[in-house]
């Protein structure tokens, strides 16, 4: 079977694996991260988003062999990591709104939070309304005004 | 011995005798304090609506078995050598925010800081019969005392063990946040009494809880005791757990309601095909497991499967519409004066899917004579029970263990995604750990029912004289009864439904509806057609109330315009209960009801009374056609709720916190199921397939400012808050809507009749999932 190769939370690392697979699977069933999120498969509900060489994105919808070893995917776990912290700006803002309620999607939101407010940030602006009305990941237990509130908190320390 | 058998009362002295609690002390090696469950008759019958006496259902020697085990009912909170505190919960945490409050409770009795509780799910304990459901927002209802005595116990034997070890007397000792302290300054831990406070055998002990007067954690907002682990994703749902070679497992689904497997065609190829290891028929399709989920989903769409008929293949919408018309209950011609006026409308409320994020998901291990699963449940003892009676096993040989919930909203207590997946390990040999695609939710899962709810009412003058609603349903499975399977039978009782719809149907309406203004002669009636299990069916975040309280309010605001009086002014002169007129005042205050509003923007107001609580909900919509046109790719827009403002009194609240996010996501299911949220039958399917068509409330949906106001404690006694804000909610947005557009909306959610969306195909029964992602990365 074919090897694959890409960097997961500043580790290489390689699967073996059909390159058609999705990287999420590859993620979670072949190497036991499982902070990204199963809620569609299809690219819509998000809870699976992860970062791409910083960017976020769905890994339930790229193949694994479409990564390469140059690509560094950041899941939830390896957030933290990533300004040398327990946890990232965002993550003690969602502890501080007591965002939470199932938990479910909340990896998926935070990793997609901190996008929001890079892309705001890389164009030259601070995160609006506007922005925040654009993030897609879904919250069935309604949390849409914390995750707000807490975007703006984390930003900030960002 | 803290233990003063009658407390002295100086009359005049203002001190009201304490009342006192009966608990246990169990024999153990580390302290541990217990209290029954529901046995206080005036909480269970609140919560959860009568159940059949057990003579009807039960049979006598499994009374006798459970009447000679008097310790049975009982839950136990336990303290340890290292000083933490534990609590195995009977209940589901789907986040309601449960174990929080459980926490809070130990916390606050036992002077314990709450990083230093730890309270767990219990497995399946079937000695507790109807006592280890989670619904009916009952957990904190039934849980308040029980949990505050054990801890108060397990406090008096900490006391009592640090009075020997400090050689005090234990009135002059304070327990504070996990060390006893004398009044020399010496001090002990918790973790050294642990041991010494262990009960050498079981007595029953009898303590006082804390007056409310002196709490310091009960009543005060408390982040969540979980939060740390859900924002690190570490928090471990089902699907998360590392069970060996519980391999990935999911099912090919028929292309219509409940249909059947025919034949297989090509089991052999698919079973040769990368990653799978087996492929096998099972009662509700065909079962593939491989190496990752990715590969079962491929394995699906190349399953070649012949497939025989559902239970409603060929119908759509409009022909369950026509049998729900034909099985409405007249309403009456109301015998009143001549001269009333009479104020009617009819309502139709579409299928929704309850759609909670996780989607099902049970681990199984089935050996030949034992079997182990874990799965997300509301209902784990009916769960173990079926099961055992599946394998034909013993119910000890069986362990249901209950897992984190992404989401339940009615969908847990139904067992049968550990069915399949008990099935498939069985018939494999090996272990499983099967999903359901986003799509078998949408397609096969269950459906809050499609109703109609019809209201007439006859007013003379400023009087209301006649209130009559005639609710009509497609049958709500509760067959999930309370929990037990012995309960469970009574809703199955032949001919088919009609024992659901008496013993269940009938009960949990008349028990939960009620119309909260002074309208003369009040009657509500419910009939169903079809059998309990015609449709996938449950109930979906609320009961009946969402339906019901929405056509309610809907004609409660024609009956204003009528005597020409204000939505708010009208509601204020006929609420028929204090706490209910106070969140009125309150959310039309805060909200500043009646501003100026610009063309195409309105506000509605609404109450709802239920689980022993009261709420309010003001919101304030924006019609506009920029606003209703407004384009999202894959989404849908329409009206925005702009503005919302809650008042809520559920007589006390535990946490304040958790209960102001309850009421916040009640509203975004408010909102979602009175604009955007159903589902479409057509030739015996249901259109809708993922989040891009089943269209849940979104960001670009949800109102920009919301503002809860949790109300001074009332009671004194928590109710109920995982559902109790969805009926108002939704509620004020038909409201809203109706004001701002001058039509008052009939049919929910109001954009159910244009389909916005194309439907997924039905042959393979799953979408490939895309290749592009990186196109869209941020």
Known sequence: ?158 | MNHPRSPHVEPGSGTVERRRFLGYLLAGPTLVAAAQLGVEPTRAAAAVPSVPEPSEVYDLNDLLTLAATPTSNLIAVAVHPDGTASFDMPRAESGQGITTVAAMLIAEELDLPLDRINVTLADARPELVWNQLTGGSNTTIAMYAPIRVAAAIARGRLLKAAAMKLDETVTRLTPHLGVVRAPDGRTVDYGELAEAAAGRETEQLETELKPESEFRVIGTPRNRTDALEAVTGRKKYAMDLDVADALPTMVCRPPTIKGTVGSVNNAAEVRRMPGITDVVAISTGVAVRGRTFGQCVTAIRALDVSWGPGTVDGMSDEDVLADIRKAEIPLAVPDVDPLAETVEGEFTFHFRNNAALEPQTAVADVRSDSAEVWAPLQSPILCQELVAEQLGLPVDAVTVHVEQAGGAFGRRFFSDPVIEAVEVSRKTGKRVKLMWHRVDECRQGRTHPMCTSRIRASLLGDEVLTFEQRHTSVATDYTMGFGEVITAMAGKIPPLGQGNELVYSDTIFLTTVNVPYKFGAVTQLLNEIYEYDTFPSGSNRNLVNPDVRTAQELIVDRIAAKTGKDPYRFRREFVDDERVLAVLDKVAEVGDWGREMPANTAQGITVHKEYKGAIATLVEIDCSPETVNREIRNAVTGPRVTKAVIAVDTGFAVNPRGLEAQMQGGLMDGIAQALTSSLHLRDGVFLEGSWDDYFYTRQWNAPLDVQVVVMPPTTGEPGGAGELGVPSAMASVACAYARATGTMPTSFPINHDALGFAPKPTVPPLPASPTNGLKYAY
């Open chain 1, 1 to 158: 079977m074919p090897e694959h190769t890409f960097t997961l939370n500043g580790e290489q690392v390689t699967v073996d694996v059909d390159g058609d697979v999705r990287l999420l699977w590859a993620i979670r069933d072949l190497l036991g991260v499982t902070g990204p999120k199963y809620g569609c498969g299809i690219n819509v509900c998000k809870a699976c988003t992860c970062h791409i060489n910083g960017k976020a994105f769905n890994p339930c919808s790229v193949r694994v062999a479409d990564v390469g070893p140059d690509d560094e995917i950041t899941t939830i776990e390896g957030l933290p990591t990533t300004v040398g912290e327990d946890l990232h700006p965002m993550q003690q803002a969602w502890l501080d709104h007591d965002v939470a309620q199932c938990g479910y999607c909340q990896p998926g939101q935070i990793m997609a939070a901190v996008a929001k407010v890079r892309q705001a940030r890389a164009e030259g602006h601070e995160v609006r309304d506007e922005d925040l009305d654009e993030i897609r990941n879904i919250c069935r237990c309604g949390t849409y005004n914390r995750i707000r509130d807490a975007i703006r908190s984390g930003a900030e320390h960002m």
